[in-house]
């Protein structure tokens, strides 16, 4: 019953995230996709993004494409954060 109400929950708070940005800490290329890397958003999701023009280490801005209960598909959005533009 816990773990229903839990992911209840967790679906309602990424159902309204597709089409917005997010930061990214990105950690490491993904390793079903080496084309993407796997990262952390702020509250602590798994998020994926294409790794063209980006390197693990970095904090990105990503625009949600899809959310999942256990997953965000991002795609690069305004660049990188503390870029200079």
């Known amino acids: 019953e816990v773990i229903r109400l839990q992911n209840t929950i967790i679906d309602e708070k990424k159902q309204g995230l597709p089409g ?3 930061e ?3 950690e490491g290329r993904s390793e079903r996709n080496p084309d993407h890397y796997l990262g952390r958003t702020r509250k602590n999701w ?3 993004v294409p790794s063209k023009g980006v390197s693990k280490g970095e904090v ?4 949600v494409v899809k959310a999942t209960r256990w ?11 503390g870029a200079q533009s």
Do not use: D, F, H, P
Not at 60 to 63: K, M, N, T
Not at 71 to 81: N, R
């Open 60 to 63: 990105i801005i990503a625009r």
């Open 46 to 48: 798994l998020a994926i």
């Open 71 to 81: 997953m965000l598909t991002c795609e690069a959005a305004s660049g990188k954060v």
């Open 20 to 22: 917005k940005e997010v």
């Open 24 to 26: 990214i800490l990105l």
